[in-house]
């Protein structure tokens, strides 16, 4: 095809958080879409979503597969993904997966383009956009591992409730009335709390959102011997995570020097003037591409010790802005000329 022409694009969950905001970014980013096929769960087919300033119908899957589009996003869950992008990707769709479902898989790249896109092989056919968590942190490793080499990390993290999805905006809300929550998605009260319990609890004490970044910064870095420890902790905010990022790093470093590689590195903004209260917060990330990273300082008890502070909008560089990437850099690539 010609890519003038524009792609046949088919958003899986475009009724959810993810999918809605991919609608925003492919819209911003001028992706070209000659055909918009939004999928919902039954409960929204014939209901629509907006795109370009137009109503568009929203479909079941059976019938997004059958239209045969280009490009395929998917961000309605696991199950979905693990049962029908395979489909798609049988019947010759790009599938570009928001869900942990093809993250660990051998055969599909784990992408962030502004570190591996290269890991994406001409014959990929699932590429699996990280976890938010970790889509944000590796924005921030990757330059300081190529310069630096991190030994091992300790991230603490503070997680938006739109990570996990719309019905913890609706548990929130009703909260704050006073009401209790109609079909709660968290074990506890979120509002005035913070609950140290992202996604469940699966071996040795930790969490699977946990456990996500430990490997997938190994895949995503390409380096196995990389220790990167989690503590994920959900917090009554909408803008975006934030994390506190501890590493030890092998080679000397000077902490102008940090700030230069960090600001250097496309996709990343340095925040960090404390003489002026400059720091990165969720409230300055949201609606925002960029990851934010401030509060640099060297550690107190360890030479090669360094501190940061990012923050991201997990709706949009920690899934709908990288999947749009991952899409525009396909199509950099030639896939579909
Ligand atoms: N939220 C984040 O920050 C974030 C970041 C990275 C990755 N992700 C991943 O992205 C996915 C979606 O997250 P979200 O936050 O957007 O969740 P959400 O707001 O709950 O939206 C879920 C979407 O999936 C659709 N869906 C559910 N079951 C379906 C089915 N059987 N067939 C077709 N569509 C179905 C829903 O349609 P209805 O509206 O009809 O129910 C809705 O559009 C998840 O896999 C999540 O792990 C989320």
Known sequence: MRTEQGLKVCIVGATGLVGRTMLEVLEEHEFPVSQLLPVGSARSVGTSVFYGGQPHNVISIEDAITAKPHLALFSAGGDVSEQWAPQFASAGVTVIDNSSAWRMDG????????VNGNHIGPDHRIIANPNCTTMQLVMALKPLHDHYRIKRGIVSTYQSITGTGKAAIVQLEEERKGETPSAPVYPHPIDLNCIPHCDVFVEDGYTKEEL??????KKILGDDSLAMTCTAVRVPVQGGHSESVYLELERDFELSDVHQVLSDFPGVVVVDDPSSNAYPMPRMAHGKDEVFVGRIRRDLGHPNGLHLWVVA???????????????????DQGRWS
Request: net charge neutral; glycine share 4%.
């Open 313 to 331: 909008d997990n709706l949009r560089k920690g899934a709908a802005t990288n999947t749009v990437q991952i899409a525009r850099y396909l199509l």
């Open 212 to 217: 996500k970044v430990w490997h997938e910064t």
């Open 107 to 114: 055969d599909c790249p784990l992408v962030v383009p502004e």
